[in-house]
C-alpha cells in the first residue's frame, strides 16, 4: 500500500508540473503576424493617405510602404491626429502635434508597441506637386492559445492537486495492519494466561 500512496503521490505532482508548463506556454504562446491592411493607391499632391488601427495596450504593429516618389512618414496616436488634422486639413499654421514615429522618403518600416489602448494612424504624406503612387502594409502581432491547450490545463491542475492531496493524507495500510496485529496478538496472549 505504500508503493500505492507514492505512486499517487508522483502521479499528481507530474500532472501538476505539465499543467503549470501548460500554463506558462499559453500565457507566453509565439507571436503571429495578423494582417491588419495591405493596399495600393495615389496619393494626391498636397494631400494624405491614412490608415487607422485600433490596438490594445502592448501589441506590436508593424507597418510599411513604399512609394513612387518621396513622402512624409507619420504614425500618430488619436491626440496626434486631432492636431494632425488641424494643421494639415484645416490649414492652421501654428498647431504642433508629436508623432511616434516620423520619417521622409520613398520606402520605409517601422514597428512599435502601443503604449496605451488608442487609435493609431499611420499617415503617407504628399506634400509634392506631383500624385504619388503609393503601396502600404500593416500587420499586427497576435498571440493566441488553442482550446485544447487551454481545456487541457482547466482539465490538468485540479486533477493533480486532487491525487497529490489523496496519495498524501492516504494512511499506509501496512503500519495500521501492524498496530490491529499487535493489539490483537497482546489480547490473545492476555486471554491465554486468564485461562490457564
Known amino acids: 500500500m505504500i508503493k500505492m500512496r507514492k505512486k499517487k503521490?508522483?502521479?499528481g505532482i507530474i500532472v501538476l508540473v505539465i499543467g503549470v508548463?501548460?500554463?506558462i506556454y499559453a500565457d507566453n504562446p509565439s507571436p503571429q503576424l495578423r494582417t491588419v491592411f495591405d493596399d495600393t493607391d495615389t496619393i494626391p499632391d498636397n494631400w494624405y493617405w491614412r490608415f487607422k488601427n485600433v490596438v490594445e495596450s502592448g501589441v506590436v504593429v508593424h507597418s510599411e510602404?513604399?512609394?513612387s516618389d518621396e513622402v512624409e512618414f507619420f504614425i500618430l496616436d488619436s491626440e496626434n491626429f486631432e492636431l494632425f488634422l488641424k494643421k494639415y486639413k484645416e490649414g492652421e499654421k501654428y498647431t504642433f502635434f508629436r508623432a511616434?514615429?516620423?520619417?521622409?522618403?520613398k520606402s520605409e518600416s517601422h514597428t512599435f508597441r502601443a503604449p496605451k489602448d488608442d487609435s493609431y494612424y499611420a499617415i503617407l504624406l504628399n506634400d509634392g506637386d506631383n500624385d504619388v503612387s503609393a503601396?502600404?502594409?500593416?500587420?499586427?502581432?497576435?498571440?493566441?492559445?488553442?482550446a485544447p491547450?487551454?481545456?487541457f490545463v482547466i482539465i490538468l491542475l485540479p486533477v493533480g492537486f486532487i491525487v497529490l492531496i489523496v496519495g498524501l493524507i492516504q494512511k499506509p495500510k501496512t503500519a495500521e495492519n501492524n498496530k490491529?496485529?499487535?493489539?490483537?496478538?497482546a489480547s490473545?496472549?492476555?486471554e491465554n494466561q486468564r485461562t490457564s
Open 135 to 146: 503601396s502600404f502594409k500593416q500587420f499586427e502581432e497576435t498571440y493566441s492559445v488553442s
Open 21 to 23: 508548463l501548460l500554463i
Open 100 to 105: 511616434i514615429y516620423h520619417s521622409f522618403g
Open 9 to 11: 503521490i508522483v502521479s
Open 65 to 67: 510602404y513604399s512609394t
Open 188 to 190: 490473545e496472549m492476555h
Open 149 to 151: 491547450t487551454a481545456l
Open 180 to 185: 490491529n496485529t499487535g493489539h490483537n496478538e
